[in-house]
């Protein structure tokens, strides 16, 4: 097993009023199997025996899908793995004398709590927004009781796929949601469960994507690129149409 | 109102910016097949020219809904940069673009400023030109002139850059993205601009040489 020497400059900031700003940290011996979040276990392990406050982050799942790490790595969030979470990231991606830059997921949406640690709340609240969807109650529904295409299927569990991490958020230049909303209105809009509160769910997803304070989509393409899950921009242009369909129709 | 509703919403501006780009292209496929005529003669296009010139009404209410459609896109285009801006400055103390061959994109306010120079001098040098002198006449003289057409070749070059990137975006905001035909309209952002580029960088070519002196 191989070890890398790197250096590390990651955001610290005490709390949400606090001024914060880059500390630099160097760090010997990581060996190279482990994953970004267990190097960065290691520098709070030291931290702490040194008596020092340890650098707060987000995680939970560790294997890429509940979408709860996420930092900007040398400028690119989620580090320079394609289709990759922070937590997936091995530091085999990385060679020994490296300088790594992290920074917390940056949006007017999304403050930062502590560190690299930010309040992505908004992101719930858009979905809060979506509101509910009209099923049949009672029995377990028979298999294949709703006819769904296969393709159709496919496309809607590809938008499905989101994890909600913010990486389209923090990587857009101008912070825009687009790719995260647009993935939340496709899974729905695309299956037949989804129609009947189509319109009035695109409408209020949007509005509240506003009010958040979410930037506008100028189709800058960043978001598809850091996405761990690989959403498209189709579905950005699949919602475009779902909010006009729904503005020039609904209500 | 549902209206008021559409316009201050985000894909709503951006629907906006979208539909007075596509009357501005539509605007510009006219106005190359228009001034195309002057690589046949200036005889021709002076004819064509008046032939336009002999209807005022047509003219006259063309201009205004041009005016309007240019008003509204720079207006839009110059409110979202400035909301933008308010998100995207300095964020990051290491930012790195992704995508590659984003330059078309990221400069497209700058690249849209720059036209909108190009269009005060433009209307100022032509279409205010005074009516005593013929058209074709008014060309050959300013076109003439090195750095006047150096600068409307620089200008030409901003717009292929804000249309390589304009065109695919404009189809993306109507919501038209397939696999089937994305690599067909990749190929027509670049053909369009290129062919924008070629009709009227070739006309300022045409007189900054003086090929087209005589003809």
Same mark, same amino acid.
């Given at each position: 097993m191989s070890s890398i020497n790197l250096t590390l400059k990651i955001w610290r900031q005490a709390n949400s009023d606090a001024l914060g700003g880059l500390e630099t940290y160097s760090l010997d011996g !990581?060996?190279?199997?482990?994953s970004f979040l267990e190097m960065l276990d290691v520098l709070n392990e030291k931290l702490t025996k040194e008596g020092k406050d340890p650098v707060a982050f987000d995680h939970d799942c560790r294997e890429g899908i509940c979408g709860m790490c996420g930092a900007v790595v040398n400028g690119i969030a989620h580090g320079p793995?394609?289709?990759?979470?922070l937590c997936q990231l091995?530091?085999?991606?990385f060679k020994t004398g490296d300088t790594l830059v992290i920074e917390p997921f940056r949006s007017r949406a999304f403050p930062v709590r502590k560190d690299l640690l930010v309040d992505r709340s908004a992101l719930d609240r858009i979905i809060q927004a979506g509101g509910y969807v009209s099923v049949n109650t009672g029995?377990?529904?028979?298999?294949?009781g709703l006819p769904i295409a296969s393709q159709r299927a496919e496309l809607a569990m590809d938008a499905a796929a989101? !994890?909600?991490?913010g990486a389209c958020v923090a990587s857009c230049p101008n912070g825009a949601a687009m790719l995260f909303t647009s993935a939340k209105i496709s899974q729905l809009a695309l299956l037949?469960?989804?129609?009947?509160?189509r319109k009035q769910r695109a409408l209020a997803m949007v509005a509240q994507m506003d009010v958040e304070g979410f930037g506008n989509c100028t189709n800058a393409r960043e978001c598809e690129a850091v996405c761990p899950k690989g959403i498209s921009i189709r579905n950005i242009a699949r919602l475009n149409r779902e909010y006009l369909t729904a503005v020039l129709s609904e209500g | 109102m549902w209206f008021v509703r559409f316009l201050t919403s985000s894909i709503g501006k951006k629907l906006v910016m979208a539909s007075s780009g596509l009357l501005l292209f539509l605007f510009l496929c006219t106005h190359a097949a228009g001034n195309a005529t002057i690589f046949m003669s200036s005889k021709v296009f002076q004819s064509y020219a008046d032939e336009l010139h002999s209807h005022p009404l047509i003219v006259l209410v063309f201009s205004l809904s041009l005016l309007v459609i240019f008003l509204v896109h720079i207006g839009v285009g110059l409110y979202l940069f400035n909301e933008n801006r308010a998100v995207s400055t300095s964020r990051y103390a290491v930012s790195t673009r992704v995508v590659k061959n984003s330059l078309a994109s990221q400069t497209m306010p700058y690249t849209g400023l720059f036209i909108l120079l190009f269009l005060v001098v433009h209307i100022f040098g032509f279409t205010f030109s005074p009516k005593t002198v013929p058209i074709s006449v008014t060309v050959k003289e300013l076109l003439g002139n090195f750095f006047y057409a150096l600068f409307y070749i620089v200008a030409f070059a901003a717009l292929f850059l804000h249309l390589s990137h304009g065109f695919w975006s404009m189809l993306q905001t109507f919501g038209v993205n397939h696999p089937r035909y994305n690599e067909f309209i990749a190929r027509l952002t670049l053909v369009f601009p290129l062919f924008f580029f070629a009709i009227f960088a070739g006309i300022a070519f045409y007189f900054m040489t003086g090929l087209g002196a005589n003809y």
């Open positions: !990581i060996h190279t199997d482990m793995e394609k289709e990759t979470t091995h530091m085999r991606h029995g377990a529904p028979d298999a294949n989101c !994890i909600g991490c037949p469960q989804g129609q009947v509160e | -």
